[in-house]
Each structure stands twice: as structure tokens, then as C-alpha cells.
């Protein structure tokens, strides 16, 4: 409020600065640099740091220089309003200890509107406030008065914010953020005291601006694998148009790690102390002498500390499955959490994949039920992170909610030791649009999904099906939606009620005899939905594939009834089928054909299966293919599977391929040509441009069957980080490339080399690259599909005469068994 031209501060700030540069010269205990020489830092394009409220520059403790701002280049722009006095530069009354001096001892104060414009060139930053909540001569208690918003661009950062009440009995608080600027400009760093709060004013002590690696946190173009999406079973990417708001970023196990011991970007690391809340007798662990190789990610992921630093849950394994590891952050509701968990074994024991596998949850949600870091990352003393998105809801007036990340070991079967182990994580905060301070009203429930939109359009219905998606929440009362259109449209009664002519209830009784009463033993397959179990039905002569949902997924019976009779309305040969169903005492299963030999992918690369014959994969893909041409143009309905992956076409005791795990459907708008949607699918497989322009159509699914197609004739994952060449990391680009200069037969699986002939080849390929054209109008339809695969195979059957009958006799030597016996024989819709 007063007038800070008095000589008195400058003379303040002037001895403030040399004693300063007197404790410059005893020199601040430096960083141990152990091993840390191994690390190749980032270095940040830019390093901006004001130090608010100085006339002059000054360094802190640590050596950093900061510039003041009270003249030069950040001096901010001040918008008056009445003949409120201009912004101040004070000192504080009470100055901060040593550490602290720079940039906390002094600070601009001001009852108006004020702004930083400070030049940057595009690219992703942090942004760190600074504050040192105390009292300032002239200035009213800043916990009475320093109320204030802050903008950085056009993103809100803080609302109504109080520094004082954030600190929480800190002396000083940072708040770090990260935004992307997309064009070289000045970035504006807005200060507004709160309308509504009379003679409020804002502060700040210190302002940096520090570039990020790119994509550290931010999702590069075209990725979107990174990031689970828990609850929603999808994948989530974070956009240039998102802010962060760093909420914790945490050595797990380990010391605090500060701004100059990073790894160039600045960040602090704090220690996990005050957020466990479980530990039992956990295990603190350090291995200073491990050697860390960054193979996975990048080595200025995190500093060296973090990674040979973590947290175990203890060397009495009986006693460790009898808790989770647990720790718990508040944080705000209405909001999508970002959160990312560091990892890397360097204990003697741990060598092997299956040695120390656990299960993760978070916010109450499973994020991996088979959490190996060996496989992650490939072996020892290799850091790796993972990433996840969880939302928080709003949960009636709790305006802040625990976030909570638990681990705990997986079932002994399954792994050696019975333990878990983190090394690091950090939480941040989404935007909801461009603003980091409202909470969302979409997000109604505690980690729901957001309610999804729909209208009720006359034409074809469009139904979704999602592959792993399980928990319905708010999806279901869509496909009540649905279930009622139809009803309406065949004159209420044509329809039966209880799907049981379609397909068969069982007890759960029949479900327990199947499974040994749900055997750990019998479990094949697990995701976020609940695990899949391997049963015998029918007097133990069928084998079946159990589907157990989560007991969690709040799914209500009407909306499980009605999924169920849509499913079990889908019969094609070349779809797997559901059999049954079980809903009895709050348990909701499904029960689908056992797929004798599996998947598709598990015949083609990283198995000891003997590899295909051409001819067979030539088949199965156009097996795979009509099956896709059903779900799109079947009798009265249009499905678009959304998650077509080799690991979802099953292949049956005859070799016949089946299509997978449109087990759990979404609907998401009635609407006729497009659905439009948060992206999903699995990486490697999406379509580029459903991606871009989130509008999902069935062509969505031919982009992802070209791929298939690649994988097949290359019998190679669609990604592959470890590739030489960063032009063959993605499959579907390699394919391209190599079809367009004519050397496609250079890549193929090198089995098939003298046993494919080349035009069978040519087409198979032409086929496949026309499937990954970048626009969807440009791909076939499955049909088209179906037709060029099948003259493939008459191409290679020309030449190799034959072979091809032989083959399917081989493969259909395996008894003649029809899995089709549990339900009325009528279930079957031929094409
Ligand atoms: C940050 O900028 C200062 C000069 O402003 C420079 O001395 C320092 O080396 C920079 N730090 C990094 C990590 O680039
Ligand atoms: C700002 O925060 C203060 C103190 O928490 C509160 O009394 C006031 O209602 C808030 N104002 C707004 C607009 O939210
Ligand atoms: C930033 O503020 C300055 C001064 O108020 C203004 O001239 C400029 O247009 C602003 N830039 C942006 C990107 O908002
Ligand atoms: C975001 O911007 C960075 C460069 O600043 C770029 O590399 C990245 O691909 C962009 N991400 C998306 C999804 O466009
Ligand atoms: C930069 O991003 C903002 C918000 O994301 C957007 O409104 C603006 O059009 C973008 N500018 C350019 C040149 O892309
Ligand atoms: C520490 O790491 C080194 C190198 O990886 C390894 O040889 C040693 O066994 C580890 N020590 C312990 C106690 O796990
Ligand atoms: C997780 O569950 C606990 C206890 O069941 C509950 O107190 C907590 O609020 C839940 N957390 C979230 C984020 O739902
Ligand atoms: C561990 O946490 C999960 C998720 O909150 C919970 O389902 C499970 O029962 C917990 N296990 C133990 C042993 O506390
Ligand atoms: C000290 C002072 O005059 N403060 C005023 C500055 O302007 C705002 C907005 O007009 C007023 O609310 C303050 O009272």
C-alpha cells in the first residue's frame, strides 16, 4: 500500500544482496554427484527466474541467478482501476531463513491487476510460483487478504487462491504447472486480486519459466499408448490444450531431492514419509551401487536417486498378503488425475520376469493386476515408468478426496516373491478445458466415466462395441435407451424379455462347478473388468470361457439383461459367441466358447507355437474379416468393435478364426455416420484419423484390421520400440513404405519367405496398405476385404497346388467337436 521507493528498501536490498554473495562464497553443501555423471541432464531452452520484488539481480543459495523485476525486461504491466495505488515491491517483515533468501525475501504486492509479459518460444514449460505468505509492511494479513487468481495465457491456474492457507504451516509454497505454447510469443502471467473480497490483493516472490523435455508429460502426435485410462478401460492422451498442475511428485523410499539435483528441469522431489498411510513393516531400500541403464525411457525421466531409491513392503512374506501398501493424496474433486509410477528392480534376488509380480490400485481402482517391472522394462537396474489417468469425481460437498495408490503381491501362483516395490511418483492435475480451478460437473460420480450424450434419431442403430470395456456405469442406461427403441419399433411384443431362447442361464451354482468354485488355478486371461476363467460345462464335457465382472461394476441387472440380449442376438461363425450368462446373487459372468488355441497374435511372433502355414493365415484373416463384415452390416444393426487387435481374434479347435471381445458394448449416439467420442483402441492400432477428428466410423476398424494384416504377413508387434530404424518402430508405416518401393518382400516373416508366392503377396499387400489409407472414405469396405483377401489366396493356390487342402486337413485332424451345444440350436444368424 505504501509507496516503495523508500530509500530504506533499496539500502535493505542492497545489503540483502551482499550478504548474499558472502554466503555464495562459503559455498551451500552441493548436490553429491555420485553416479549422477551417468545421467545426461536436459537442458532447458529456456531458464527463466524473476525475482519478484528485487531491484536487483540476485543468485540463490544454490547458484541459480535470478533477474529482479523492478526494472528490465519483467517489470509487469499494471491495469489500475480507480485511483487504486500502483503494484509495491516490499521486503518482508520477517525474512526467511538463509536457504530461502532468493527469490523469498521480497515480493510485489498489489490491490490491482498486474502482468508478467514474459517472451518464450513455443513449446511445452513449467511454470513455478513462488510465495512466501507473511506479512509485508503496508499489507494487511495475507490470510485475511491475500486473496488472488493467476492466468498464464488464456488457462485459469488459480482461482480465490490463498497462499497462506495452501502452505499448510510451511513457511514457503511452490506451485508448479505445465502448459504448451503453441506459437513463439509472450506469455502472460496475470495477477488479480478477488473481486469479492474487499481490499484483497495478490503477491508473488518468484516466477520460472522452464522448457520441458518435449513430451515428457505430453502426448506426442499419433501416441496414445502411454497413458490407461482406469475406469474407462481405454487409453488417454494429454493434449497441448490441457494444463498440468503438479500435485506431488514424490522419491518413494528415498531422500528429498531438490531443484538442482534434477536432472535439468528444475523439479523437486519430496519424500513419501507424509503421505503413506499403510505400511506395516515395510521396507525402505537403497542400492547406491546399482548401475542404471536408460533403455526404456528417457535418462532425464528422473534423477538417478529416484530409480536406485524405493519402497518394499517387507521380508516377511506371510505377513504381506495381508495388506497393501498403501499411500494417500488429497487432492481436489472434479478433476482427471495424471498420475505416473517409476519403477526399476535393483535387488539381488529380483532377476527374472515372475520373480516379483503385484497388483496396483488406484482410487480404489485395479491398474495392473500383474505388475512386473523385469518385463516392463526388460531387466535389472533399467528404469521404466507407467502411466495412468483416474478421475475424481465430485462426491457430494467434498471438495477434496484421498487418491490412493496401493500395492499389494499377486497370488503366489504367479509370482516367486510375494512382494511389490515403487520407486518414485508424480500426480498432476488436468484442466477441465483451459481451467485448472473448476472442478468439472461431468465427472458426477466418484471415478465415473463422464455421462456420455445421445439422441434419439430415427435410421440404422449404431452400437459401439468396446473390447475390454466392462464396467457399464453410465453406459448401461444408454442400451436401456436402445433396448427400448427397439422394443418400441418391433410393437412392444415381438421381443422377449428374458433372453433365455437366445441364450442359456446358468446358476451360479453351474458357474461354481465349472471353475472349482472360482479356482485361481483356472484363470486364463485378466483385465480391469474382472478375470476370465477356463470351465466345463455340461457335465464337464465343454470347455467354456467364464467372464467374471468385477463384483464393483455397479451394474444394474435390467441394463446387464438387456446387453446380454443384444450380445446374444450376434451369431456369425466368425464371431466368438456368448453361450450364457450368470446373475445371481449380485454376480453378473458371462460364459462364451473356449477358444482352444487361443489368439491369433500367440501363433505369430514371441511364441514357441509353430508358425502358420500362408495359406492358414491367408484363412484366418479372411475368417477375421468376414466376422468384422457381420458386426458391420448385419441384419439390423451397425457394431463397430473399436479395439480390432490380434490379441482379440481367437482361434477355435479347427483353426477357425473368431473375433473377440465385443463382450461389453458402449453405445454412445444414435446418430447415423459418426460416433463421436474420446479416442480408444489400443496403441499401434489406432486410427489416425478417428484420432485427429474423433469421429468413429467402421472404417475406424479396417484401419485397425490393416494392421492386423502386417502383422500377419510380418509376424512383428505394430510397434516396436527397439527397432533400428525409428522409420520401422511402427508397423503399418514400415508396410507402407516398403509396399510403395516395391520391397515388402524384404520384411515378411522370414518363414514364409519361400513358401509365399509373390503375387499371393502383392495383393495380400495391396490389400492391407489400401485397409491403412489415411482417410477413412479411401479404405475398403469389409467386404472389398473379404473378396481381395480370398483371391490372395487363390493367387497362392495357383502355384503351390495343393498345399492348401493339405493344410486344412492338418488342421482339422483335432476332433470334430461342435462347442455350440449349451443353447437352443436356433442361435446361429448365417449370413
Ligand atoms: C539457466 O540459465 C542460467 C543463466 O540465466 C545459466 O547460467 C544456467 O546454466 C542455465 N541452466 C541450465 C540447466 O541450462
Ligand atoms: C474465496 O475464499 C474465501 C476463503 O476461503 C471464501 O470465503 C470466499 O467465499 C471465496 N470466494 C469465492 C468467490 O469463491
Ligand atoms: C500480453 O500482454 C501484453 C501487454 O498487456 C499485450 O500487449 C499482449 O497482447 C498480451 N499477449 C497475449 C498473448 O495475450
Ligand atoms: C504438442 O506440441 C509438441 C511441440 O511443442 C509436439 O511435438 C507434439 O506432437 C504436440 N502434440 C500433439 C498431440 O499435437
Ligand atoms: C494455440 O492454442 C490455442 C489454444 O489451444 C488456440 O486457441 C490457438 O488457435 C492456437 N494457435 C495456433 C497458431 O495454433
Ligand atoms: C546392488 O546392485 C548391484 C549391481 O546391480 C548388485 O550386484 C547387488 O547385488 C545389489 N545389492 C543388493 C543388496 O541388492
Ligand atoms: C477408496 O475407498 C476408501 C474406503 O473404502 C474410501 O474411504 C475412499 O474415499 C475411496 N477413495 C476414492 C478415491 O474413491
Ligand atoms: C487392497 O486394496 C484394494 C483396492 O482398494 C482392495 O480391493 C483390497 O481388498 C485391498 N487388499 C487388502 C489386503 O487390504
Ligand atoms: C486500496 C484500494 O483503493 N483498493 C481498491 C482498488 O480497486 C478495487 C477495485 O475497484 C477496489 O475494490 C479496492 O478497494
Known amino acids: 500500500m505504501e509507496n516503495s521507493s523508500k530509500p530504506s528498501t533499496f539500502s535493505l536490498q542492497n545489503l540483502l544482496f551482499l550478504m548474499l554473495h558472502c554466503l555464495f562464497f562459503i559455498q551451500y553443501l552441493a548436490a553429491p554427484v555420485t553416479g549422477d555423471a551417468l545421467v545426461t541432464p536436459y537442458h532447458p531452452v529456456e531458464n527463466i527466474t524473476i525475482d519478484c520484488g528485487s531491484s536487483a539481480d540476485t543468485q540463490s543459495l544454490d547458484l541459480r541467478p535470478w533477474t529482479g523485476d523492478a526494472k528490465g525486461p519483467f517489470t509487469p504491466v499494471e491495469q489500475r482501476q480507480n485511483n487504486n495505488k500502483s503494484s509495491v515491491i516490499e521486503t518482508a517483515t520477517q525474512l526467511p531463513p538463509a536457504a530461502d533468501m532468493v527469490p523469498y525475501s521480497t515480493a510485489r504486492l498489489s490491490y490491482s491487476q498486474f502482468t508478467y509479459s514474459i517472451p518464450i518460444v513455443a513449446g511445452q514449460k513449467f511454470i513455478r510460483l513462488h510465495f512466501y505468505p507473511t506479512s509485508y509492511p503496508g499489507f494487511e494479513d495475507p490470510s485475511v487478504k491475500a486473496f488472488f487468481s493467476v492466468k498464464a495465457g488464456h488457462f485459469t491456474l488459480l482461482t480465490n487462491f490463498s497462499a497462506s492457507l495452501h502452505a499448510r504451516g510451511k513457511l514457503v509454497l511452490v506451485k508448479e504447472f505445465c502448459v504448451s505454447i503453441n506459437e513463439s510469443q509472450r506469455i502472460n502471467l496475470t495477477f488479480t486480486p478477488s473481486p469479492d473480497i474487499p481490499d484483497s490483493y495478490a503477491f508473488i516472490n518468484g516466477i520460472e519459466v522452464v522448457s520441458m523435455s518435449t513430451n515428457l508429460y505430453y502426448t506426442s502426435f499419433g501416441d496414445q499408448g502411454r497413458i490407461a485410462f482406469l475406469a474407462q478401460k481405454s487409453l488417454y492422451s494429454i493434449e497441448n490444450n490441457t494444463a498440468l498442475e503438479t500435485m506431488y511428485r514424490v522419491n518413494v523410499g528415498g531422500s528429498e531431492i531438490s531443484p538442482t539435483e534434477d536432472t535439468g528441469m528444475f523439479r523437486t522431489w519430496l519424500t513419501d514419509d507424509d503421505y503413506l498411510t499403510v505400511a506395516k513393516q515395510n521396507a525402505l531400500h537403497v542400492n547406491e551401487s546399482t548401475d542404471l541403464t536408460f533403455s526404456v525411457i528417457p535418462s532425464f525421466s528422473a534423477p538417478r536417486k529416484v530409480y536406485v531409491t524405493a519402497r518394499s513392503m517387507g521380508t516377511n512374506e506371510a505377513e504381506n498378503d495381508k495388506y497393501n501398501l498403501t499411500w494417500e493424496f488429497p487432492v481436489d474433486s472434479g478433476?482427471?488425475?495424471?498420475?505416473?509410477?517409476?519403477?526399476?528392480?535393483?535387488?539381488?534376488?529380483?532377476?527374472?520376469?515372475?520373480?516379483?509380480?503385484?497388483?496396483?490400485?488406484?482410487?480404489?481402482?485395479?491398474?495392473?493386476?500383474?505388475?512386473?517391472?523385469?518385463?516392463?522394462?526388460?531387466?535389472?537396474?533399467?528404469?521404466?515408468?507407467?502411466?495412468?489417468?483416474?478421475?475424481?469425481?465430485?462426491?457430494?460437498?467434498?471438495?477434496?478426496?484421498?487418491?490412493?495408490?496401493?500395492?499389494?503381491?499377486?497370488?503366489?501362483?504367479?509370482?516367486?516373491?510375494?512382494?511389490?516395490?515403487?520407486?518414485?511418483?508424480?500426480?498432476?492435475?488436468?484442466?477441465?478445458?483451459?481451467?485448472?480451478?473448476?472442478?468439472?460437473?461431468?465427472?458426477?460420480?466418484?471415478?465415473?466415466?463422464?455421462?456420455?450424450?445421445?439422441?434419439?434419431?430415427?435410421?440404422?442403430?449404431?452400437?459401439?462395441?468396446?473390447?475390454?470395456?466392462?464396467?457399464?456405469?453410465?453406459?448401461?442406461?444408454?442400451?436401456?435407451?436402445?433396448?427400448?427403441?427397439?422394443?418400441?419399433?418391433?410393437?412392444?411384443?415381438?421381443?422377449?424379455?428374458?433372453?433365455?431362447?437366445?441364450?442359456?442361464?446358468?446358476?451360479?451354482?453351474?458357474?461354481?462347478?465349472?471353475?472349482?468354485?472360482?479356482?485361481?488355478?483356472?484363470?486364463?486371461?485378466?483385465?480391469?473388468?474382472?478375470?476370465?476363467?477356463?470351465?466345463?460345462?455340461?457335465?464337464?464335457?465343454?470347455?467354456?470361457?467364464?467372464?467374471?465382472?468385477?463384483?464393483?461394476?455397479?451394474?444394474?441387472?435390467?441394463?446387464?439383461?438387456?446387453?446380454?440380449?443384444?450380445?446374444?442376438?450376434?451369431?456369425?461363425?466368425?464371431?466368438?459367441?456368448?453361450?450364457?450368462?450368470?446373475?445371481?446373487?449380485?454376480?453378473?459372468?458371462?460364459?462364451?466358447?473356449?477358444?482352444?488355441?487361443?489368439?491369433?497374435?500367440?501363433?505369430?511372433?514371441?511364441?514357441?507355437?509353430p508358425p502358420l502355414q500362408w495359406e492358414q493365415r491367408l484363412k484366418m484373416c479372411i475368417g477375421a474379416a468376414h466376422g468384422l463384415h457381420y458386426l458391420h452390416r448385419g441384419p439390423n444393426h451397425t457394431i463397430i468393435h473399436r479395439d480390432v487387435k490380434t490379441t482379440n481374434i481367437l482361434l477355435s479347435e479347427r483353426w477357425v478364426a473368431k473375433v473377440s471381445d465385443f463382450g461389453l458394448s458402449k453405445t454412445n449416439d444414435l446418430s447415423n455416420t459418426h460416433i463421436s467420442t474420446a479416442v480408444k483402441g489400443s496403441f499401434g492400432y489406432l486410427d489416425p484419423e478417428y484420432y485427429r477428428l474423433q469421429k468413429l466410423t467402421e472404417k475406424s476398424d479396417v484401419y485397425s484390421f490393416g494392421v492386423v494384416l502386417c502383422e500377419v504377413v510380418c509376424a512383428r508387434a505394430p510397434i516396436d520400440r527397439n527397432a533400428e530404424d525409428h522409420k520401422q518402430i511402427s508397423l503399418a508405416e514400415w508396410v507402407q513404405d516398403c509396399y510403395n518401393n516395391g520391397s515388402l518382400d524384404q520384411i515378411i516373416d522370414p518363414y514364409l519367405k519361400d513358401k509365399i508366392n509373390f503375387p499371393s503377396l502383392l495383393k495380400f499387400g495391396e490389400v492391407a496398405v489400401s485397409c491403412l489409407a489415411s482417410e477413412g472414405m479411401k479404405r475398403p469396405a469389409m467386404s472389398e476385404v473379404v473378396h481381395a483377401l480370398e483371391f490372395a489366396l487363390k493367387l497362392q493356390g495357383r502355384e503351390v497346388n495343393g498345399n492348401d487342402e493339405n493344410h486344412s486337413n492338418d488342421s482339422s485332424t483335432v476332433d470334430y467337436h461342435v462347442l455350440f451345444n449349451s443353447g437352443s440350436g436356433s442361435m446361429r444368424v448365417g449370413r
Open 335 to 609: 478433476f482427471i488425475y495424471f498420475v505416473r509410477l517409476h519403477f526399476c528392480e535393483f535387488h539381488g534376488e529380483i532377476t527374472q520376469q515372475g520373480d516379483r509380480v503385484f497388483e496396483i490400485f488406484m482410487a480404489n481402482l485395479t491398474a495392473e493386476t500383474q505388475a512386473d517391472v523385469i518385463v516392463w522394462s526388460g531387466g535389472r537396474g533399467i528404469p521404466v515408468y507407467r502411466d495412468y489417468a483416474v478421475a475424481i469425481g465430485t462426491k457430494g460437498n467434498q471438495k477434496q478426496q484421498r487418491l490412493s495408490i496401493a500395492l499389494h503381491p499377486s497370488p503366489a501362483w504367479r509370482t516367486r516373491y510375494s512382494d511389490a516395490i515403487l520407486n518414485g511418483l508424480e500426480i498432476f492435475k488436468l484442466s477441465n478445458g483451459f481451467d485448472l480451478t473448476r472442478p468439472s460437473s461431468e465427472l458426477i460420480r466418484p471415478n465415473n466415466v463422464p455421462p456420455v450424450r445421445h439422441s434419439r434419431k430415427k435410421g440404422p442403430i449404431i452400437v459401439t462395441v468396446v473390447a475390454p470395456i466392462s464396467v457399464f456405469l453410465a453406459v448401461s442406461l444408454l442400451l436401456f435407451a436402445i433396448y427400448r427403441i427397439r422394443s418400441n419399433k418391433f410393437a412392444n411384443s415381438s421381443i422377449p424379455t428374458p433372453p433365455s431362447d437366445l441364450c442359456r442361464r446358468f446358476s451360479l451354482r453351474d458357474i461354481k462347478t465349472a471353475t472349482n468354485n472360482f479356482d485361481k488355478n483356472f484363470i486364463i486371461g485378466s483385465g480391469g473388468f474382472g478375470d476370465v476363467y477356463k470351465g466345463f460345462i455340461n457335465a464337464s464335457s465343454t470347455p467354456v470361457a467364464i467372464k467374471r465382472l468385477n463384483p464393483g461394476s455397479q451394474q444394474g441387472v435390467l441394463e446387464f439383461r438387456t446387453e446380454i440380449e443384444m450380445l446374444s442376438k450376434l451369431r456369425h461363425q466368425n464371431l466368438v459367441s456368448l453361450l450364457g450368462y450368470c446373475e445371481d446373487n449380485k454376480e453378473m459372468i458371462l460364459v462364451y466358447d473356449y477358444m482352444v488355441h487361443g489368439t491369433l497374435r500367440d501363433h505369430l511372433y514371441n511364441t514357441k507355437n
